[in-house]
């Protein structure tokens, strides 16, 4: 797996785990956790919808452009 193909997913850890610290010990900026979680949440959300996606691309590059014969070109034969 590359690191670029799961940014998103590296991301919304780290938003979940600096919500918990958050929570923990408050630092730096004023970021309410829910917030944080928010975005962990909707950026775990990105990643399945997006392998979702690539999923599906992989499944239709296998499906044959016509796989029962049927065409609208009347030049095209079908092996007998």
Do not use: C, S, Y
Not at 7 to 14: G, N
Not at 29 to 38: A, G
Not at 54 to 77: C, F, Q, S, W, Y
């Amino acid at each position: 797996m590359k690191l670029r193909e799961n940014l998103t997913l590296v991301l919304a850890v780290l938003a979940l785990l600096l919500a918990i610290v958050q929570v923990v010990h408050p630092f730096g900026f004023n970021i309410h956790p829910w917030m944080l979680i928010v975005v962990a949440l909707l950026l775990g959300l990105r990643h399945v919808m997006r392998r979702q996606k690539m999923n599906r691309e992989a499944l239709l590059k296998e499906v044959p452009a016509h796989p029962l014969g049927i065409t609208d070109d009347p030049d095209h034969r079908i092996n007998q």
